[in-house]
Protein backbone atom coordinates (compact mmCIF):
# COMPACT_ATOMS: atom_id res chain seq x y z
CA UNK A 1 0.00 0.00 0.00
CA UNK A 2 2.80 2.33 0.33
CA UNK A 3 4.36 1.56 -2.52
CA UNK A 4 1.01 2.02 -4.01
CA UNK A 5 0.78 5.67 -2.48
CA UNK A 6 4.27 6.65 -2.86
CA UNK A 7 4.32 5.93 -6.94
CA UNK A 8 1.07 8.40 -7.60
CA UNK A 9 3.04 10.61 -5.39
CA UNK A 10 5.93 10.43 -7.41
CA UNK A 11 3.42 10.66 -10.96
CA UNK A 12 1.66 13.56 -9.48
CA UNK A 13 5.22 15.99 -9.09
CA UNK A 14 6.40 14.38 -12.65
CA UNK A 15 3.15 15.92 -14.05
CA UNK A 16 3.51 18.85 -12.29
CA UNK A 17 6.75 19.66 -13.27
CA UNK A 18 6.49 18.98 -16.45
CA UNK A 19 3.87 21.41 -17.01
CA UNK A 20 5.50 23.97 -15.50
CA UNK A 21 8.64 23.84 -17.69
CA UNK A 22 6.02 23.39 -21.05
CA UNK A 23 4.11 27.04 -18.87
CA UNK A 24 8.10 28.40 -19.11
CA UNK A 25 8.70 27.53 -22.25
CA UNK A 26 6.17 29.27 -24.00
CA UNK A 27 6.38 32.28 -21.79
CA UNK A 28 10.02 32.77 -22.97
CA UNK A 29 9.21 32.21 -26.20
CA UNK A 30 6.26 34.61 -26.36
CA UNK A 31 8.50 37.37 -24.72
CA UNK A 32 11.60 36.59 -27.40
CA UNK A 33 9.03 37.77 -30.08
CA UNK A 34 7.30 40.35 -28.76
CA UNK A 35 9.50 43.42 -29.32
CA UNK A 36 9.31 43.13 -32.99
CA UNK A 37 5.88 43.27 -34.48
CA UNK A 38 4.82 42.53 -38.00
CA UNK A 39 6.74 40.50 -39.92
CA UNK A 40 10.44 39.71 -38.00
CA UNK A 41 12.12 38.63 -41.48
CA UNK A 42 11.38 42.29 -42.40
CA UNK A 43 12.48 44.29 -39.58
CA UNK A 44 15.28 42.24 -39.10
CA UNK A 45 16.68 43.19 -42.67
CA UNK A 46 15.85 47.12 -42.46
CA UNK A 47 17.59 46.62 -38.86
CA UNK A 48 20.15 45.30 -40.98
CA UNK A 49 19.90 47.65 -43.76
CA UNK A 50 19.85 50.36 -41.25
CA UNK A 51 23.40 49.47 -39.58
CA UNK A 52 25.03 49.07 -42.98
CA UNK A 53 24.08 52.57 -43.75
CA UNK A 54 25.56 53.99 -40.35
CA UNK A 55 28.55 52.10 -40.75
CA UNK A 56 29.52 53.32 -44.69
CA UNK A 57 28.34 57.03 -44.84
CA UNK A 58 30.55 59.55 -44.63
CA UNK A 59 30.25 60.97 -41.28
CA UNK A 60 31.57 64.44 -42.47
CA UNK A 61 28.76 64.54 -44.96
CA UNK A 62 25.34 65.89 -43.81
CA UNK A 63 22.40 63.11 -44.41
CA UNK A 64 20.29 65.99 -46.05
CA UNK A 65 22.19 67.68 -48.98
CA UNK A 66 20.45 67.82 -52.47
CA UNK A 67 22.91 67.79 -55.49
CA UNK A 68 20.44 70.47 -57.56
CA UNK A 69 22.71 70.38 -60.75
CA UNK A 70 22.05 66.21 -60.66
CA UNK A 71 18.32 66.54 -60.27
CA UNK A 72 17.63 69.17 -63.01
CA UNK A 73 20.20 67.31 -65.46
CA UNK A 74 17.90 64.40 -64.29
CA UNK A 75 14.49 67.18 -65.23
CA UNK A 76 15.91 68.08 -68.70
CA UNK A 77 16.93 64.27 -69.94
CA UNK A 78 13.33 63.65 -68.62
CA UNK A 79 11.60 66.61 -70.69
CA UNK A 80 13.47 65.26 -73.73
CA UNK A 81 12.82 62.13 -73.18
CA UNK A 82 9.06 62.79 -73.07
CA UNK A 83 9.39 64.77 -76.14
CA UNK A 84 10.66 62.30 -78.16
CA UNK A 85 7.90 59.77 -77.24
CA UNK A 86 5.52 62.85 -77.95
CA UNK A 87 6.96 63.16 -81.82
CA UNK A 88 8.02 66.98 -81.09
CA UNK A 89 11.78 67.63 -81.15
CA UNK A 90 13.81 69.24 -78.36
CA UNK A 91 13.63 73.05 -78.29
CA UNK A 92 16.61 74.56 -80.09
CA UNK A 93 17.95 78.06 -79.46
CA UNK A 94 18.99 80.17 -82.59
CA UNK A 95 21.75 82.08 -82.67
CA UNK A 96 20.70 85.83 -82.77
CA UNK A 97 22.12 88.00 -85.68
CA UNK A 98 24.58 89.70 -83.44
CA UNK A 99 26.54 86.41 -83.11
CA UNK A 100 26.71 85.98 -86.34
CA UNK A 101 28.99 88.55 -88.30
CA UNK A 102 28.15 90.62 -91.58
CA UNK A 103 31.13 90.90 -94.01
CA UNK A 104 31.32 92.78 -97.25
CA UNK A 105 33.57 91.09 -99.96
CA UNK A 106 34.76 93.13 -102.85
CA UNK A 107 35.47 90.95 -105.92
CA UNK A 108 36.53 92.10 -108.74
CA UNK A 109 35.63 89.59 -111.83
CA UNK A 110 38.40 89.69 -114.70
CA UNK A 111 39.08 87.74 -117.80
CA UNK A 112 42.09 85.58 -118.74
CA UNK A 113 43.12 88.06 -120.98
CA UNK A 114 43.09 91.59 -119.82
CA UNK A 115 43.51 95.06 -121.12
CA UNK A 116 45.92 98.45 -119.44
CA UNK A 117 42.64 99.35 -118.16
CA UNK A 118 41.01 96.23 -116.27
CA UNK A 119 43.98 96.32 -114.99
CA UNK A 120 44.13 99.75 -113.76
CA UNK A 121 40.44 99.28 -112.45
CA UNK A 122 41.75 96.70 -110.34
CA UNK A 123 44.68 97.84 -108.85
CA UNK A 124 42.66 101.59 -107.93
CA UNK A 125 39.52 100.29 -106.73
CA UNK A 126 42.24 97.89 -104.39
CA UNK A 127 43.96 100.96 -103.02
CA UNK A 128 41.11 102.88 -102.52
CA UNK A 129 39.02 100.64 -100.46
CA UNK A 130 42.02 99.71 -98.51
CA UNK A 131 42.50 103.16 -97.70
CA UNK A 132 39.10 104.30 -96.41
CA UNK A 133 38.30 101.18 -94.81
CA UNK A 134 41.34 100.18 -93.19
CA UNK A 135 39.86 99.28 -90.09
CA UNK A 136 36.88 96.74 -91.73
CA UNK A 137 39.73 94.82 -93.22
CA UNK A 138 41.63 94.48 -90.32
CA UNK A 139 38.60 93.07 -88.46
CA UNK A 140 37.70 91.02 -91.09
CA UNK A 141 34.51 92.93 -92.00
CA UNK A 142 35.75 93.85 -95.40
CA UNK A 143 37.53 91.61 -97.75
CA UNK A 144 39.01 91.82 -101.48
CA UNK A 145 39.55 89.14 -103.74
CA UNK A 146 39.99 89.11 -107.76
CA UNK A 147 38.98 85.93 -110.16
CA UNK A 148 38.85 85.11 -112.83
CA UNK A 149 35.06 84.47 -114.55
CA UNK A 150 36.53 82.48 -117.42
CA UNK A 151 37.83 79.76 -115.42
CA UNK A 152 34.41 80.10 -112.88
CA UNK A 153 31.88 80.42 -115.15
CA UNK A 154 28.99 79.84 -112.36
CA UNK A 155 29.99 83.62 -111.32
CA UNK A 156 28.84 84.59 -114.65
CA UNK A 157 25.31 83.60 -114.50
CA UNK A 158 25.22 84.60 -110.53
CA UNK A 159 26.18 88.03 -110.93
CA UNK A 160 24.76 88.79 -114.99
CA UNK A 161 28.80 89.49 -115.65
CA UNK A 162 29.07 90.92 -118.98
CA UNK A 163 32.90 92.49 -118.69
CA UNK A 164 35.09 92.74 -115.90
CA UNK A 165 33.20 94.17 -112.68
CA UNK A 166 33.97 94.91 -109.34
CA UNK A 167 31.06 93.44 -107.23
CA UNK A 168 30.57 93.86 -103.60
CA UNK A 169 28.92 91.19 -101.69
CA UNK A 170 27.36 91.07 -98.33
CA UNK A 171 27.06 87.76 -96.08
CA UNK A 172 25.57 87.42 -92.42
CA UNK A 173 27.19 84.62 -91.22
CA UNK A 174 27.46 81.80 -94.51
CA UNK A 175 24.61 83.37 -95.82
CA UNK A 176 24.68 86.17 -98.90
CA UNK A 177 21.70 88.36 -98.49
CA UNK A 178 22.49 91.37 -101.36
CA UNK A 179 25.04 92.21 -103.69
CA UNK A 180 25.85 95.26 -106.20
CA UNK A 181 28.22 95.55 -109.48
CA UNK A 182 30.13 99.27 -109.72
CA UNK A 183 29.72 99.30 -113.33
CA UNK A 184 30.81 103.05 -113.83
CA UNK A 185 33.69 102.27 -113.11
CA UNK A 186 34.30 101.78 -117.03
CA UNK A 187 33.40 105.16 -117.45
CA UNK A 188 35.53 106.92 -114.58
CA UNK A 189 38.60 105.24 -114.24
CA UNK A 190 39.79 108.06 -116.39
CA UNK A 191 39.18 110.46 -113.46
CA UNK A 192 40.89 109.34 -110.67
CA UNK A 193 39.14 111.48 -108.17
CA UNK A 194 35.53 111.23 -109.65
CA UNK A 195 36.39 106.94 -110.01
CA UNK A 196 37.62 107.25 -105.94
CA UNK A 197 34.66 109.27 -104.87
CA UNK A 198 32.40 106.73 -106.52
CA UNK A 199 34.14 103.04 -104.91
CA UNK A 200 33.78 104.83 -101.36
CA UNK A 201 30.59 106.42 -101.49
CA UNK A 202 28.92 102.99 -103.41
CA UNK A 203 30.92 100.57 -100.66
CA UNK A 204 30.38 102.78 -97.55
CA UNK A 205 26.37 102.86 -98.38
CA UNK A 206 26.54 99.05 -98.91
CA UNK A 207 28.50 98.37 -95.77
CA UNK A 208 26.29 99.94 -93.75
CA UNK A 209 23.45 98.04 -94.54
CA UNK A 210 24.84 95.43 -92.48
CA UNK A 211 22.88 94.70 -89.72
Given at each position: MKILKRSATMALLLFVGVTVGVLIAQEVSHTAADPIEG???RNAAEATEAVASVETSDPSAPSDVI???ALEAEDAAASDARDIESGTPPTAIAAPDAERPCVVDAIYFHNTLRCRTCKNIEETAKAVLEAEFAEEFAVGRMRW???NMESQRHYVEEYDLVKPTLILVRSVGDEQTDWVALD?????????????DYVENETRGFLEACP
Amino acid sequence: MKILKRSATMALLLFVGVTVGVLIAQEVSHTAADPIEGDPNRNAAEATEAVASVETSDPSAPSDVIELPALEAEDAAASDARDIESGTPPTAIAAPDAERPCVVDAIYFHNTLRCRTCKNIEETAKAVLEAEFAEEFAVGRMRWSAVNMESQRHYVEEYDLVKPTLILVRSVGDEQTDWVALDETWTLIRSELRFADYVENETRGFLEACP
